[in-house]
């Protein structure tokens, strides 16, 4: 079975940083898109950023320049450095990867529990 375990949230004064894991288990399955969502309190979720298993990565403009998506494939592990933290940046941040069953599976989504992000003085 398929599991996504974020941690590293947390409260942060503006301009600060956190990096937030998570650990994505589940023998027999590949990982192939991976990403960051978050959802503020009243308001929709939202795509954070994205990485394929190559290291390519995409984000979404607010967070550009600021926030850096990476997984480390050996142990299945995706990472959100996020630097010069902003207040509309307080969120639950969700993890969230399209898995293959493999060898020959198709693919579906799964979400982790999401870890709380507080940007605030």
């Known amino acids: 079975q398929v599991q996504l375990v974020e941690s590293g949230g947390g409260l942060v004064q503006p301009g600060g940083s956190l990096r937030l894991s998570c650990a994505a288990s589940g023998g027999f399955f590949s990982f192939n898109v991976m990403g960051w969502y978050r959802q503020a309190p009243g308001k929709e979720r939202e795509l954070v950023a994205q990485?394929?298993?190559?290291?390519?990565?995409t984000y979404t403009d607010s967070v550009k320049g600021r926030f850096h998506i990476s997984r480390d494939n050996t142990n299945n592990t995706l990472y959100l450095q996020m630097s010069v933290l902003k207040p509309e940046d307080t969120a639950v941040y969700y993890c969230?990867?399209?898995?293959?069953?493999?060898?020959?599976?198709?693919?579906?989504?799964?979400w982790g529990q999401g870890t709380q992000v507080t940007v605030s003085s």
């Open positions: 969230n990867a399209d898995v293959s069953k493999l060898p020959y599976g198709p693919s579906y989504t799964c």
């Open positions: 990485i394929i298993s190559n290291g390519a990565s």
